[in-house]
């Protein structure tokens, strides 16, 4: 059984050959998603939902094995924002908004995800309210490949909204879009990757 493996066969989504910025077109993709607020270092409810959309992820993916469908998980990513801009763009974490997904393949189905959540429930209890199965209708976006610490983004982060979107008749229109394809647990901070996209709008 051939084992698909999205970083590839999306890989202008999932593995930009540069770090320079780039306008992509993300068509719409199905996710197990999760929200959640706080500061993601000390928040007790980060860990627990990294914990349930993983669980979840996997479940659905050995029932895809078990119909003759196998793929690699892939990386996990985050929506973040905040009620007041200022909490946000000043890094003030503790009022930070965020969504946490996993993207699953089309084929997998409502009942199939409320499998995965059956069989995670087994583990981790009761079942968040926000948890849920949900297609992301992106559209038009600018990322760019950041190597390096979460922390020092926030300059490219800046010189994105500030020359790259306006220069190019662009204006954001939806959440802040991290991926990350590192592991942070086995990877040093400088040498992290993370893939920084946000939603635009051509303004003509």
Not at 137 to 152: C, I, N, R, T, W
Request: net charge neutral.
């Amino acid at each position: 059984m051939d084992k698909i493996d999205f970083k590839k066969t999306l890989k202008t989504l999932y593995a930009p050959r540069s770090k320079d910025f780039e306008i992509v077109e993300v068509p719409p993709l199905q996710f197990v998603m999760i929200d959640g607020q706080g500061d993601p270092n000390t928040s007790a409810l980060y860990p627990r939902s990294l914990g349930w959309i993983y669980a979840v992820s996997y479940a659905i993916k050995f029932g895809c094995k078990a119909a003759g469908l196998d793929y690699v998980v892939p990386p996990l990513e985050g929506l973040w924002w905040a009620d007041d801009l200022d909490d946000f763009v000043s890094g003030r974490r503790d009022q930070w908004r965020w969504t946490l997904m996993l993207m699953v393949p089309d084929i997998v189905t409502e009942p199939m995800f409320l499998a995965g959540v059956a069989k995670a429930k087994d583990k981790l209890g009761p079942v968040p309210d926000s948890l849920r199965l949900e297609r992301y209708a992106e559209g038009l976006a600018v990322q760019f490949l950041h190597v390096g610490s979460y922390a020092d983004e926030a300059p490219t982060i800046a010189r994105m909204h500030t020359s790259f979107i306006p220069e190019h008749g662009l204006i954001e229109t939806g959440k802040h879009h991290e991926i990350y394809l590192s592991d942070p647990r086995r990877v040093v901070p400088a040498r992290l990757k993370t893939i920084v996209r946000q939603p635009v709008r051509r303004t003509v």
